[in-house]
């Protein structure tokens, strides 16, 4: 894929869109077979399976660049891809190019889902104020020329872009959806407390911050209460796959906190090195247990030190519930 980059710049201010569709800013060709998977204010998928294969095919909603281009594939990069359970880390191929003001820098990887392998590009688009980003997974390198053609039919009409609202950039990639396709939380709406702690309602959980450090109040999920193991009244493992990897790149060894046999209302506490996928910081990460009758309340704490112990244990909290 190393020349894959010019390739598609070259094409993408050349080809006709045979079937033009519209999302967003964007006018792009709808390729045979596809059939839209999601289309939001963050992204529009679109996907065609054959048999045990697929293809993926996403264009970002358009965003205010950060006026570095590197910067806004890495966030793309972060929000679209990144996915270290699906072994989608950094990229193992780069490419960069520019025509006609535009920059991109292109970048892909493979990853494995539900057992199957499969690849994975981005390419990052920015001109002046704008960003963007068009991203693939598949299966099968029949789709390469698919994916090709898609990118380079997709126009941004920067005149739209003028009148949109300022938003932030794409962010992380905290929710798997279909496949390899990543869909990020935004937050709802955000308090500032008197003792300096500042709280986030997210879709599934509150954050509250403060010198740098996080603790996450997930909200109940019956689903996962009802999917614990049933041969075991031990069940730090279960939520701390299913909650904490879901949010941060475990780096080392668990320790548990001593504590007294397990039991109903007794706060179960395990600690371990690792890095928000959001951010990319390095740190630690405690994980909370706190079973009653309604369920299973889970909270994290990530900080640059281990004493997330402290936080969590102190239990110095504001009161966001």
């Not at 939001?40 to 205010?64: F, P, R, S, T």
């Not at 994975?120 to 068009?134: G, Q, T």
């Not at 403060?210 to 019956?222: M, S, T």
């Amino acid at each position: 894929m190393k020349n894959a980059v010019l390739f598609i710049v070259g094409l993408s201010f050349l080809t006709q869109s045979l079937q033009a569709q519209q999302y967003d800013i964007f006018t792009y060709s709808l390729p045979a077979g596809f059939v839209q998977l999601q289309k939001d204010q963050k992204m529009l998928a679109l996907e065609k399976k054959e048999g045990k294969n697929y293809c993926q095919l996403v264009i970002g909603a358009a965003v205010h660049a950060a006026g570095d281009a590197a910067a806004d594939f890495e966030s793309n990069w972060n929000f679209f891809a990144r996915n270290p359970q699906q072994g989608v880390t950094n990229p193992e191929t780069r490419d960069t190019g520019s025509l006609n003001n535009w920059h991109m820098l292109f970048g892909a990887a493979r990853g494995k889902y539900n057992g199957q392998t499969f690849a994975l590009s981005l390419s990052s688009f920015s001109k002046a104020n704008i960003n963007y980003f068009v991203g693939a997974v598949f299966t099968d390198e029949k789709y390469i020329p698919v994916v090709q053609a898609f990118i380079a039919g997709v126009w941004a009409d920067e005149a739209k872009f003028a009148a949109k609202q300022p938003q932030p950039a794409a962010g992380a990639n905290n929710a798997s959806v279909t496949s390899a396709i990543g869909a990020a939380r935004q937050p709802l709406s955000s308090t500032l407390f008197n003792d300096g702690w500042k709280s986030t309602a997210h879709d599934d959980y509150v954050s509250i911050e403060k010198n740098g450090a996080e603790v996450r109040l997930i909200f109940p999920d019956a689903a996962l209460d009802k999917n614990r193991p049933s041969n075991t009244s031990v069940f730090e493992p279960h939520y701390w796959d299913n909650v904490v990897r879901k949010y941060y790149q475990i780096n080392g060894q668990v320790i548990n906190r001593e504590k007294p046999p397990y039991s109903l209302n007794e706060y179960d506490i395990w600690i371990a090195p690792a890095t928000d996928l959001a951010s990319g910081k390095a740190g630690y990460v405690a994980m909370m247990l706190s079973p009653n009758s309604s369920g299973t309340v889970v909270m994290t704490v990530f900080s640059a030190e281990t004493g997330c112990l402290a936080i969590i244990s102190s239990m110095q909290l504001p009161v966001i519930w």
